[in-house]
């Protein structure tokens, strides 16, 4: 752990990776800080980057999203990796990508409505490689 970071430092972090919207003076009283001390904390977490923004928790199904999926990734040969860069930047319905070790070459989270559009995905997705697919049925716990 980096020594400019404290057991409170770890403890602020906590509590707002579970609800960024929670007052400085709130987090203050858990951690038995003023208000003005926890803000001055939370900004040398930002400068120091460990606190790199904030997000918004939502649910997918109520937009109509509720089909996610992971896709390992085989790209066809080495030069196919500037393309699938554009590829992925150029979906809505891929929410993460991570270059992997092992077995593909990448693994995407998808999200997406219907069967269809995901199928429409995997299509588009075939001139650069091959894949393998993984339905999600549900989530066991998700800090985000």
């Known amino acids: 752990m980096n020594e400019?970071?404290?057991a409170t430092d770890v403890r602020i972090l906590q509590i707002l990776i579970r609800d960024a919207k929670r007052s400085n003076k709130e987090i203050g009283e858990e951690v038995h800080?003023?208000?003005q001390a926890v803000g001055a904390r939370v900004r040398k977490l930002q400068d120091l980057g460990v606190i790199e923004g904030y997000t918004?928790?939502?649910n997918p199904d109520r937009l109509g999203l509720?089909?996610?999926a992971f896709v390992t990734v085989?790209?066809?040969s080495g030069d196919k990796h500037a393309a699938f860069r554009t590829f992925i930047a150029e979906r809505e319905d891929v929410v993460e990508v991570h270059r992997v070790s092992g077995e593909g070459c990448y693994l995407m989270q998808v999200q997406t409505g219907t069967t269809e559009q995901l199928g429409e995905l995997l299509e588009a997705l075939l001139p650069l490689g091959n894949y393998r697919l993984s339905l999600s049925i549900g989530v066991e716990k998700s800090q985000y």
């Open 74 to 76: 085989f790209l066809n």
């Open 56 to 58: 918004v928790k939502w």
């Open 66 to 68: 509720g089909l996610k």
């Open 33 to 35: 800080l003023t208000g």
């Open 4 to 6: 400019t970071i404290d």
